[in-house]
Structures are given as structure tokens and as C-alpha cells.
């Protein structure tokens, strides 16, 4: 054998070592703490979600998955800062409904939420309701459509900011009904709800985990569920279908993604260890009491998924004139 065919040879079975190595590292993740980054403040629906996530996926595969929340911008800082994470499954993030409603809205984002993510699986899914302050005196969604008529441009709408579900589903309020309610975005559900309790603003359309237990204390007032259907959370409560308003389904989603490059090896198993926890009997339970119903499912479903959603919500958008 000559010396460039020993020389050729070496190199050749170094490099099978090399990735078989890395095939065993990525077969052993985790093996360090991984890092789930939420684009929302603490309290948020998707902040909630996510540390259920954490502390089940974490029980699981052995290592502490830590939340870490980078809140702004309708989340694009945080989906911007998870875009350029290192692609070796230790930086995951927590994508939602408000990813595809930033794509619909804006055309130059700094990153390309379809091209700089890899889906790993479906999480859950929050209803949203309409929720009022009982200074309002309404008590269904007519009431609020009657009074906002009579008082045109007098009555406020919190959001968790621009551009946000709340915000577009509010919007398409105002168009499909006929009324004008003025918009208030927040930085996030928490400071929003706060406001609204406060009887600073009168109505939000927000996830139900995050209002839920004002409703049950009756210091907000559940008008109608923004959902295809009922929630067993608060079972009589009408769907906005049912009393006119079907383009009002403002349902939020949460799913597991990873940087664009991740080591698929890494990216199934995560996929399979979610699928086994969302069918956990505790797991179920816990997310039943907060109103979120778990999905599941394939990277591909996931992937038809979004692409959904992002036609759905670049009609609300054009609706609403909310395009940048």
C-alpha cells in the first residue's frame, strides 16, 4: 500500500470513529441541563405549559430542563435568540401560535421561522375565552356587542401585545360585529390581566389558563370561548360560533422545537419521550385542571400544522390591516 493510500485510509476510518462518536454522544443525551426558551413573562399560558413540560421531561430523561423566559416583541426576541443557539439539543423553544402570527404580519423578521426551526412535537393546546370586567355589566357576548355600539369608541381591549392572537382576534371583533373597541397591548397576559382586574380596561380575550381562577372567583366575567368548541373547564359557556361569530377561533398552541441542524437522533428522541408524557395519566390531569388539552404527534404533523395556522392567520391579518 502506498503512503497516500495508508494516509487516505486513516483518514477515512477516523472519520467513521468521529461520527460514530457522535452518534453515541447524541444517543446519551442529555447529559447536561437543557434550556427551554419561552417568548413570554412569567405566568403566561405559554410559561405555564412550559415548566409542566420542564419538570415531566426532565423526570424522564434524567436532567433538569430549566425555563428561561425572554418576554418582548410578541416573542420574536426570544424565537431570534433560539434561532442562534448552538444546534446540539441543550437550547430548545417552547414555539406558538404567536411564531406563524409574526410570520403573517411582518415580511422582514430577522430570522425564518420555518427554515431556522425543526418541530419536534406538538404540546397542547389553551382555549381562549372573552372575558369582561363586571363593570361592564354584560354577561354574553350580544350584551357586550350592544353596549359597545352605544358607546362607540369608549370601551378597551387589553392584549398581551401588537399583533398578538388577542390583539387580532379583538380586531376581527370590531370588523365582524360592527363596533370599535380601542385596543391596550401589554407586554405579555400578566401585566394585561392585571389592568383588566383593575377595571383599567373592560375586555381580553385570553388563554383560559391564565384567567380561569378570576372567573371562578368571579372578578372577571366569561362571555364566550374564542374555540371551535366547549371546554369541560367551564362547560356552559357558549362558543363565539354559537352566537354568530365563527372567524373568532383564536385557540392558542405550544409546541417543542429545536434550532435548524439539530441531530435528528436528538430531536426523535425528545419526540418520543413528549408523546410518552402527554399520555401520562398525571400529566393529563395536571394540564386538564388548567384547561390546556395535550396533542402530540409526529415532527410531520407538526410541520402541516403550522402551515395551517399560517394560512388561517394571514387571512386575520389582511382583516384586521395589521401587515407590516
Known amino acids: 500500500m502506498t503512503k497516500l493510500a495508508r494516509y487516505t485510509a486513516f483518514i477515512a476510518l477516523a472519520l467513521v ?44 430523561l434524567g436532567q433538569q430542563f430549566i425555563v428561561e423566559n425572554k418576554p418582548g416583541a410578541s416573542s420574536n426576541i426570544a424565537t431570534e435568540y433560539a434561532a442562534r443557539a448552538p444546534k446540539d439539543g441543550y437550547t430548545l423553544f417552547l414555539g406558538t401560535v404567536a411564531n406563524v402570527v ?61 399583533a398578538t392572537t388577542p390583539h387580532l382576534a379583538g380586531a376581527l371583533l370590531n370588523v365582524r360585529a360592527g363596533i370599535k373597541l380601542v385596543h391596550v397591548p401589554y407586554q405579555g397576559s400578566s401585566p394585561a390581566i392585571t389592568d383588566l382586574l383593575a377595571g383599567r380596561t373592560q375586555i381580553m380575550f385570553s388563554p383560559v389558563s391564565v384567567v380561569l381562577p378570576h372567573i371562578k372567583a368571579g372578578t372577571l366575567k366569561a362571555l364566550a370561548w374564542a374555540a371551535p368548541k366547549r371546554s369541560k373547564v367551564l362547560p356552559d359557556l357558549p362558543t363565539v360560533a354559537e352566537v354568530g361569530l365563527p372567524e373568532l377561533d383564536a385557540s392558542i398552541w405550544f409546541g417543542l422545537m429545536a434550532p435548524a441542524g439539530t441531530p435528528k437522533v436528538i430531536r426523535d428522541k425528545l419526540a418520543s419521550t413528549l408523546n410518552a408524557t402527554l399520555k401520562s395519566a398525571a400529566l393529563q390531569s395536571q394540564l386538564d385542571k388548567m384547561g390546556y388539552v395535550p396533542l402530540g404527534g409526529t415532527p410531520d404533523d407538526f410541520t402541516r400544522y403550522v402551515a395551517s395556522e399560517l394560512k388561517k392567520w394571514t387571512v386575520a391579518v389582511e382583516a384586521a390591516g395589521a401587515k407590516k
Open 17 to 60: 470513529a468521529c461520527v460514530g462518536a457522535g452518534v453515541s454522544r447524541a444517543e446519551d443525551y442529555p447529559t447536561r441541563p437543557v434550556r427551554i426558551i419561552v417568548g413570554f413573562p412569567a405566568g403566561a399560558a405559554g410559561d405555564l405549559i412550559s415548566r409542566v413540560l420542564a419538570t415531566h421531561l426532565g423526570q424522564a
Open 102 to 162: 409574526n410570520a403573517a404580519v411582518s415580511s422582514n423578521l430577522s430570522f425564518d421561522f420555518s427554515k431556522d426551526f425543526e418541530p419536534i412535537a406538538l404540546a397542547a393546546t389553551v382555549p381562549v375565552v372573552l372575558v369582561a370586567h363586571p363593570s361592564t355589566g354584560v354577561n354574553s357576548v350580544q350584551e357586550l356587542i350592544a353596549l359597545a355600539k352605544s358607546k362607540p369608541g369608549q370601551l378597551n381591549y387589553a392584549s398581551s401585545g401588537v
